[in-house]
């Protein structure tokens, strides 16, 4: 009897899923057809499809499985990109280009604080703020939430925070990618700045990729190393407040989706893996990460942000482009 209470129970969940991850999948299909047969990237596609639907999922029974698509389907794409690249790629960051992105995070997020006191802000909200844009968006903003004692306030900063450095990073992904092209820049130095200056890891993805693989590779690595940074900053924001001894622990925890990451270019670095076998994954992760893509789009509202205080909004404004100043800077200068 449990094992038959459990299948239904599955069966129950996954049955709430479907309607969100095959509208996903269906419109990841309608940007591949669009992008082979007219031209352009498809990942842009799938997000662009997705916002012009946003206004009809609220309250949709597609809404759980949206949600589920664009965190865990995007995971999955996200770890499995690690197949593209090996060690010899990671390397290519370098000391330099290493330092430059620890030193961008830690300037955003102290420009963070300071600023939420310049605009009359908690400080608490600043570095909240701070952390979601120099690391790695929504999931920065909620690890640094649960690393922070209870207050009044703590909920609706961190959905304040969830949706403005979604919505930047959705502007971002759009206007980035073309605004590395008018500059000038290489391959390298465009994926450079997209993974070290775009907030959420789907987002660098899309616009990465958007340029060419050899810009997403180079993305997806500047990223992937902010979003490692999580883990240090994480125990620092603990440490400050004195949290529990679980939360601590929870702050050592790398996301599973960056040792994923870590894993499978492991696999390929030892050269364990086939090449149909790397060609296979590499597609996987594709398909996954343009059905993500275009479900990040389906929950992406503007229309929230116009609910939100100015001088909030403001504030991160200003700290998306203290970090995509400092990264600017740092690629005429050094690369």
């Known amino acids: ?77 996200v770890a499995l990109l690690g197949v593209r690249i090996g060690l ?100 390298t130095e465009a994926g450079f700045f997209i993974g070290g200056t775009i907030h959420d890891v789907a987002q660098v993805v899309g616009a990465g990729y958007s340029i060419s693989p050899e810009a997403g590779d180079a993305a997806t690595v500047a990223k992937l190393f902010r979003v490692a940074l999580l883990i240090p900053i994480t125990l620092f924001v603990t440490t400050i407040f004195k949290q529990t001894s679980s939360n601590k622990i929870k702050a050592y925890l790398p996301p599973l989706f960056l040792v994923g990451f870590v894993f499978f270019t492991s696999l390929r670095s030892i050269g364990v893996l086939p090449e149909i076998v790397i060609t296979q994954l590499s597609e996987l992760s594709r398909w996954c990460l343009i059905t993500a893509i275009a479900a990040v789009g389906l929950k992406t509202s503007l ?17 998306t482009a203290v970090i995509a100043g400092l990264i600017l800077g740092s690629v005429y200068l050094i690369h």
Request: charged share 10%; proline share 5%; hydrophobic share 50%.
């Open 1 to 77: 009897m449990p094992i038959l209470s459990t299948g239904n129970e599955k069966y129950a969940q996954t049955k709430i899923l479907m309607p969100g991850i095959l509208l996903a999948v269906i419109l990841s299909f309608a940007a591949t057809f669009i992008s082979d047969h007219h031209g352009g990237p498809t990942l842009l596609y799938a997000l662009l499809f997705g916002m012009s639907l946003n206004s009809l999922i609220e309250g949709s029974p597609a809404k759980p499985g949206i949600e589920f698509t664009s965190k865990y389907v995007l995971r999955i794409g």
């Open 303 to 319: 229309r929230d942000v116009l609910q939100i205080g100015h001088q909030a909004l403001i504030l991160v404004v200003i700290e």
């Open 88 to 187: 010899d790629q990671i390397s290519q960051l370098g000391l330099t280009s290493a330092s430059i992105l620890v030193i961008a995070v830690i300037i955003t997020i102290i420009s963070g604080v300071l600023l939420a006191k310049f605009f009359g802000l908690d400080k608490r909200f600043g570095l909240l703020t701070g952390g979601a844009t120099a690391i790695c968006g929504a999931s920065a903003a909620l690890a640094i939430s649960a690393a922070m004692p209870a207050s009044p306030t703590k909920e609706r900063s961190t959905l304040f925070a969830v949706v403005a450095v979604t919505t930047l990073s959705t502007l971002a992904m759009i206007l980035y990618p073309p605004l590395a092209l008018w500059l000038g820049m290489t391959s």
